[in-house]
């Protein structure tokens, strides 16, 4: 696959999970409105909530990256010459963002797959039985991050080379 094709990926779930900030939000409201105004609330309901909080923030995380959209101290780099930008970002993402994303998917894949073997389901009763889907969303945050840190460090060396 393609560098472009992994770039409409990224980009593609990122906008996708985003609406999903749209049902957290009339999810809350319906959540209160039916605890406080009709004294009614289910665990399920409040777990679900839960699980499309951890997908947005898993999976787009890496669109963000691809936007340049995460927090960072711009008090140098922003004034720095297009070179020296891609200096900074080839080396953060080769010495810190690459390998923790190795990292992450060494030390979560014990942990998601015990959830899998157990087909684990909330502990809670009325809980939703998806835990070990949720789980899974460790994993699939740091690939993605890592096939952007890819990509990244594929036009940090371009810019390089050019200029």
Not at 93 to 110: A, K, N
């Amino acid at each position: 696959m393609s560098y472009s094709g992994l770039r409409h990926i990224i980009a593609g779930s990122g906008k996708a999970v985003a609406w999903l900030t749209l049902v957290m939000v009339l999810l809350t409201f319906t959540i209160v409105i039916l605890r406080y105004g009709f004294n009614l609330g289910w665990i399920w309901l409040q777990e679900s909530l839960t699980y499309l909080h951890v997908c947005v923030f898993s999976i787009a995380i890496a669109w963000t990256l691809q936007l340049d959209g995460h927090v960072r101290v711009d008090i140098f780099y922003a004034s720095m010459p297009q070179r020296r930008r891609a200096l900074v970002d080839l080396l953060g993402s080769l010495l810190f963002l690459i390998p923790f994303c190795i990292f992450l998917l060494i030390i979560s894949w014990p942990y998601v797959a015990s959830s899998w073997r157990l087909l684990e389901q909330s502990r809670e009763a009325g809980g939703l039985p998806l835990v070990f889907l949720l789980k899974s969303l460790i994993m699939v945050m740091p690939t993605l991050l890592f096939c952007q840190a890819v990509i990244n460090v594929s036009d940090a060396w371009k810019s390089l080379r050019d200029n």
